[in-house]
């Protein structure tokens, strides 16, 4: 059971657009910045998203994020079959320790 | 570039003992906070724990405070996980991560390519 709640998975057509949840508190989401992650098959975590909507260099900006409360969105825009991959949220807990969401697999119909 | 090269995964049987290592390069690694995520087979991230840029604060998971132990050695650019009492949901893939912190900011911003490490008897 992950501390940071997202949907197992998402699906949607080619050149669409789709939204990835993440529910967390007060004590990680509600007062820290939210990074995103995205995870082909047998290969690392990639940062995608940091400071709840900032983009490393090289990040095209078809990936957005956004946040509100104690709860983020990851956006994808124009979808591409090579989008198709795992994507994770995480952030610092007041608990002391780094959390991350259960994951969300995307489907690119 | 940024480099992370976990090594020291590997076969153990359960109540053994193992120690990861990550060599870093190509960025002032005495700057960072290191950490260690790790995966289980088709399962989700999980963040095992993390050390302060000249070791003087360290963070664990609950699940293995008391277990691991996690060090660096910022001579040698190196990082390290000293794993004992292992059970088999430590089953997973140990990646070495180039952590950004200061509240309210984290994030994991380089992955090394991770080793393996399988509890089983």
């Known amino acids: 059971q992950s501390v940071l709640t997202q949907p197992p998975s998402v699906s949607a057509a080619p050149g669409q657009k789709v939204t990835i949840s993440c529910s967390g508190s007060?004590?990680?989401?509600?007062?820290?910045?939210v990074s995103w992650y995205q995870q082909f098959p047998g290969t690392a975590p990639k940062l995608l998203i940091y400071?709840?909507?900032r983009r490393p260099s090289g990040i095209p900006d078809r990936f957005s994020g956004s946040k509100s409360g104690t709860s983020a969105t990851l956006g994808i825009t124009g979808l591409q079959t090579g989008d198709e991959a795992d994507y994770y949220c995480?952030?610092?807990?007041?608990?002391?320790?780094?959390?991350f969401g259960g994951g969300t697999q995307l489907t690119v119909l | 570039e940024v480099q992370l090269v976990e090594s020291g995964g590997g076969l153990v049987q359960p109540g053994g003992s193992l120690r990861l290592s990550c060599a870093a390069s190509?960025?002032?690694?005495?700057?960072?906070?290191m950490g260690w995520v790790r995966q289980a087979p088709g399962k989700g991230l999980e963040w095992v724990a993390n050390?302060?840029?000249?070791?003087?604060?360290?963070y664990y998971v609950d699940s293995v405070k008391g277990r691991f132990t996690i060090s660096r050695d910022n001579a040698k650019n190196s990082l390290y996980l000293q794993m004992n009492s292992l059970r088999a949901d430590d089953t997973a893939v140990y990646y070495c991560?180039?952590?950004?912190?200061?509240?309210?900011?984290?994030?994991?911003?380089?992955w090394g390519q991770g080793t393996l490490v399988t509890v089983s008897s």
């Open positions: 995480g952030t610092w807990d007041s608990s002391l320790s780094a959390v």
């Open positions: 007060s004590s990680n989401i509600g007062n820290n910045y």
């Open positions: 400071e709840d909507n």
């Open positions: 190509g960025f002032t690694f005495s700057s960072y906070w």
């Open positions: 050390v302060k840029q000249d070791g003087s604060e360290k």
């Open positions: 991560a180039r952590e950004y912190i200061g509240v309210p900011w984290y994030r994991v911003d380089s």
